[in-house]
């Protein structure tokens, strides 16, 4: 392999895996703070994505209201869900509150399928125009958006989490939630907005990578098992090892992928399998495993 | 109390001539009958993955692979070794449990979403592993004229047939798995399941039952792979990836996750319902799926067998 191939690989490989991160940071933030591991995340991005499509396709809205509007649909999706399905049952076992959002996946593939059909369709893709020569780098302009987005997402995180008052108190209630209610932080409000965050951050995600694929109900399916080895590989119980992870995935996915094609697709297991055996907490998560 | 019990064995009597009966009934309907020879299928799957999640509280995103394993298995055996196809079924249950051991061993020191992750990662895997053999497995083009099941001499060909083995199969396996869990193992499963802490310090081995419960799901798992194998005459890898082995666990929610009866009804539902929709609304039964699943977790803890009880304690039954 040849040092501008390895380099064009490498660079690839981190627009995928910004998506991977975009779509791990979400899951990560409500597993964190609401202990609910999200099985829907990828099939809301994917609904809303749907939702996008007709929006520019048919009514021809502007592409950059186009992705407000559906970063606020995932929120509006998250908010209902914590308020509506999470809360209600927020007492019982963890494994029901999983059967939860595999339900809700599967509730919204049905929906999907049913009203706008399986056949894949092509999305436009948010910038267009010839890909951009860094040296021996060729990158598409979709592609930088992504990492652009990406690296943005992860600062707003951050900002949130260590600076603002509701940041600290989701940090807080991921430590110990029975204490952060002693101490009077309003438990469900943080839940509803943590939800309302991870789900926009499904809906961000899921517009941005779609152009490389094709739209069909089941495009997430894959992304969102790539985000699960992410955040493994980072530690679960780090946003930011979430981040790196989904960028580690992608680069070495991508390496992978060219040097020994055979095992594209078995990769994320041996890895999988590696750090949950060799380092269960991962390269950034704290030791001690979580309520479960 | 007489009354009530009288009244009891006269309705499983009647559940029972319903049963041996339907064949009769469906006789110019085979295809009817094929459904529910697959829905049989899938419930022993998912009676497997019911105590494995339901009764041992492990959670398992993986559990078509067991099913793959034993199909092909068995279905290998068959077709390239010529092997009796009863030793092929057993082989086929090995098989599944032998990977169930190998993969349960290091994964059930993990728990929760750790194992959850895990065993997705292995179900999704296993499909790809057999893409990848051709030789052996078909490969992407599936494997094809598998014969259909026989017993000693004699060939079960019509879906009719098929029916009343696959019946008395899943009351077998049904009552393998009500007895084990009534026993002095079951109990300890279950107390691993309530609280790890407390059944170790009861002196139950927490990890040796967790294998246990993973091992013996895997067996039925592959079990079911088995027969259908030689059911419908044809495997893919595709078929047994994750998005069956999120189907097989909906099939256990819906039907009602720690009771013996919910898998049977789960399978039931989750076949019968697209049949009766009918195919021009195909997704339609995907969203009443998901509806159902959200449902029962949130309103019907026990799914559908809380329904069955509901109506049972109604009717005094």
Same mark, same amino acid.
């Given at each position: 392999?040849?040092?501008?191939?390895?380099?064009?690989?490498?660079?690839?490989?981190?627009?995928?895996?910004?998506?991977?991160?975009?779509?791990?940071?979400?899951?990560?933030?409500?597993?964190?703070? =609401?202990?609910?591991?999200?099985? @829907?995340?990828?099939?809301?991005?994917?609904?809303?994505?749907?939702?996008?499509?007709?929006?520019?396709?048919?009514?021809?809205?502007?592409? #950059?209201?186009?992705?407000?509007?559906?970063?606020?649909?995932?929120?509006?999706?998250?908010?209902?869900?914590?308020?509506?399905?999470?809360?209600?049952?927020?007492?019982? #076992?963890?494994?029901?509150?999983?059967?939860?959002?595999?339900?809700?996946?599967?509730?919204?593939?049905?929906?999907?399928?049913?009203?706008?059909?399986?056949?894949?369709?092509?999305?436009?893709?948010?910038?267009?125009?010839?890909?951009?020569?860094?040296?021996? %780098?060729?990158?598409?302009?979709?592609?930088?958006?992504?990492?652009?987005? @990406?690296? /943005?997402?992860? +600062?707003?995180?951050? !900002?949130?989490?260590?600076? =603002?008052?509701?940041?600290?108190?989701?940090?807080?209630?991921?430590?110990?939630?029975?204490?952060?209610?002693?101490? +009077?932080?309003?438990?469900?409000?943080?839940?509803?907005?943590?939800?309302?965050?991870?789900?926009?951050?499904?809906?961000? @995600?899921?517009?941005?990578?779609?152009?490389?694929?094709?739209?069909?109900?089941?495009?997430?399916?894959?992304?969102?098992?790539?985000?699960?080895?992410?955040?493994?590989?980072? +530690?679960?119980? #780090?946003?930011?090892?979430?981040?790196?992870?989904?960028?580690?995935? +992608?680069?070495?996915?991508?390496?992978?992928?060219?040097?020994?094609?055979?095992?594209?697709?078995?990769?994320?297991?041996?890895?999988?399998?590696?750090?949950?055996?060799?380092?269960?907490?991962?390269?950034?998560?704290?030791?001690?495993?979580?309520?479960? | 109390?007489?009354?009530?019990?009288?009244?009891?064995? $006269?309705?499983?009597?009647?559940?029972?001539?319903?049963?041996?009966?339907?064949?009769?009934?469906?006789?110019?309907?085979?295809?009817?009958?094929?459904?529910?020879?697959? /829905?049989?299928?899938?419930?022993?799957?998912?009676?497997?993955?019911?105590? !494995?999640?339901?009764?041992?509280?492990?959670?398992?995103?993986?559990?078509?692979?067991?099913?793959?394993?034993?199909?092909? =298995? $068995?279905?290998?055996?068959?077709?390239?070794?010529?092997?009796?196809?009863?030793?092929?079924?057993? $082989?086929?249950?090995?098989?599944?449990?032998?990977?169930?051991?190998?993969?349960?061993?290091?994964?059930?020191?993990?728990?929760?979403?750790?194992?959850?992750?895990?065993?997705?990662?292995?179900?999704?895997?296993?499909?790809?592993?057999?893409?990848?053999?051709?030789?052996?497995?078909?490969?992407?083009?599936?494997?094809?004229?598998?014969?259909?099941?026989?017993?000693?001499?004699?060939?079960?060909?019509?879906?009719?047939?098929?029916?009343?083995?696959?019946?008395?199969?899943?009351?077998?396996?049904?009552?393998?798995?009500?007895?084990?869990?009534?026993?002095?193992?079951?109990?300890?499963?279950?107390?691993?399941?309530?609280?790890?802490?407390? $059944?170790?310090?009861?002196?139950?081995?927490?990890?040796?039952?967790?294998?246990?419960?993973?091992?013996?799901?895997?067996?039925?798992?592959?079990?079911?792979? /088995? !027969?259908?194998?030689?059911?419908?005459?044809?495997?893919?890898?595709?078929?047994?990836?994750?998005?069956?082995?999120?189907?097989?666990?909906?099939?256990?929610?819906?039907?009602?996750?720690?009771?013996?009866?919910?898998?049977?009804?789960? /399978?039931?539902?989750?076949?019968?319902?697209?049949?009766? %929709?009918?195919?021009?609304?195909?997704?339609?039964?995907?969203?009443?799926?998901?509806?159902?699943?959200?449902?029962?977790?949130?309103?019907?803890?026990?799914?559908?067998?809380?329904?069955?009880?509901?109506?049972?304690?109604?009717?005094? !039954?």
């Amino acid at each position: 392999m040849s040092i501008d191939i390895f380099l064009n690989l490498t660079v690839r490989g981190l627009t995928t895996g910004a998506v991977y991160a975009l779509v791990g940071m979400g899951i990560v933030l409500i597993l964190q703070t =609401t202990n609910v591991m999200n099985f @829907a995340q990828g099939d809301t991005g994917m609904f809303i994505t749907y939702l996008a499509f007709f929006m520019i396709t048919t009514a021809k809205v502007p592409y #950059s209201l186009v992705l407000i509007l559906a970063i606020a649909a995932g929120a509006v999706v998250g908010l209902l869900v914590e308020r509506f399905m999470m809360r209600s049952v927020r007492s019982r #076992s963890h494994l029901s509150l999983i059967m939860l959002t595999l339900g809700l996946s599967l509730l919204f593939q049905g929906l999907a399928a049913f009203l706008f059909k399986t056949e894949p369709r092509l999305f436009p893709p948010l910038v267009s125009g010839d890909p951009i020569k860094l040296g021996p %780098i060729i990158l598409g302009r979709q592609d930088i958006v992504v990492l652009l987005a @990406a690296i /943005a997402t992860f +600062g707003i995180l951050y !900002l949130f989490l260590y600076r =603002t008052k509701q940041g600290a108190a989701a940090r807080s209630i991921s430590q110990d939630e029975y204490a952060a209610r002693v101490l +009077g932080i309003p438990t469900p409000s943080i839940y509803m907005l943590v939800w309302a965050i991870g789900s926009a951050l499904a809906g961000l @995600a899921a517009l941005l990578i779609v152009p490389r694929f094709s739209l069909e109900p089941s495009f997430m399916g894959l992304i969102q098992v790539k985000a699960f080895t992410a955040i493994v590989l980072g +530690g679960m119980n #780090s946003v930011f090892g979430a981040a790196v992870g989904g960028l580690i995935i +992608g680069v070495v996915e991508n390496l992978v992928a060219y040097q020994f094609p055979a095992i594209k697709d078995s990769f994320m297991l041996i890895v999988i399998v590696i750090v949950l055996l060799v380092m269960p907490q991962g390269l950034f998560g704290k030791r001690q495993q979580r309520r479960f | 109390m007489t009354s009530s019990s009288t009244r009891r064995l $006269a309705v499983n009597g009647a559940i029972a001539a319903l049963v041996l009966v339907l064949p009769l009934v469906f006789r110019t309907k085979p295809s009817i009958i094929g459904y529910l020879n697959i /829905a049989m299928l899938y419930a022993i799957a998912t009676q497997g993955l019911n105590l !494995l999640m339901g009764f041992g509280g492990l959670v398992s995103l993986g559990h078509a692979a067991f099913m793959a394993i034993g199909g092909y =298995t $068995a279905a290998v055996l068959v077709m390239t070794c010529h092997v009796n196809m009863f030793l092929a079924i057993v $082989a086929g249950v090995a098989g599944a449990g032998l990977f169930g051991l190998v993969i349960g061993f290091p994964s059930l020191r993990l728990s929760g979403f750790y194992l959850a992750i895990a065993t997705m990662a292995m179900g999704s895997s296993v499909a790809d592993v057999i893409k990848r053999l051709p030789r052996i497995t078909g490969g992407d083009y599936g494997l094809i004229n598998i014969p259909s099941l026989r017993l000693g001499g004699w060939e079960l060909a019509g879906e009719a047939s098929k029916y009343y083995f696959f019946v008395a199969i899943l009351v077998v396996v049904f009552l393998v798995v009500r007895n084990f869990l009534n026993s002095r193992s079951g109990r300890a499963v279950r107390a691993v399941r309530d609280s790890e802490m407390t $059944a170790s310090a009861m002196g139950v081995n927490v990890a040796a039952y967790k294998l246990v419960t993973f091992v013996f799901a895997a067996c039925i798992a592959g079990l079911s792979g /088995a !027969l259908y194998a030689f059911t419908i005459s044809y495997l893919h890898p595709m078929n047994f990836g994750l998005t069956f082995s999120i189907e097989l666990l909906s099939m256990s929610i819906i039907g009602g996750l720690g009771t013996i009866i919910g898998p049977i009804l789960g /399978a039931l539902f989750w076949v019968m319902l697209p049949v009766i %929709i009918g195919s021009r609304m195909e997704f339609l039964s995907t969203v009443i799926f998901g509806l159902s699943i959200i449902g029962s977790v949130m309103f019907l803890p026990k799914g559908l067998s809380e329904l069955v009880t509901r109506i049972q304690t109604r009717l005094r !039954l």
